[in-house]
């Protein structure tokens, strides 16, 4: 009988440790700000150019709650032809993610790594979506590596000086 009920502390001590394992997930994903400009129809749809396409990122992270953090992906794209603005879209695609004993080390890497990484396809087809709606050929960009560029721009600080050793997990 003893054996018996120190297998069932054991299984109990288990189960009580399985709420201690780390938990990252999606909890929801958002358009927090979509603008399209068409500012020279329609004679811009005259052009024969082919155009010039510049897009920037940017990502953001905020907590928002307990274990709770939106994570704002932001894409801006403008697009010329011979000089003259043919669109110009900015759209912040959000998501909120839950964190749950994440050691410390890992949470910044996750944020703007990983994040990103999983609701870059959404962004990408609203992005897309707003050019085909606005008269163009959809723009479809190509997959990014946010784990990579997060942990060259952790190394480009850290060699720099800009970030101690200790936290070169946390930039």
Sequence with gaps: MDEQENGASGAEQL???ADNSPIAGLI????KDLSFENPNAPAIYQSQEPPQIDVQFNIGAAQVGEDVHEIVLKIDVKSECAGTVAFVVDLSYA???GLRNIPAEHIQPFLLGEAPRILFPFARRVLADAVRDGGFPPLLLEPIDFGALYQQQAE?????GDMPPEDAGHA
């Design 15 to 17: 189960a009580n440790g």
């Design 28 to 31: 929801s994903q958002y358009v």
């Design 95 to 97: 998501g909120l993610f």
């Design 156 to 160: 480009q600080r850290l060699a720099s």
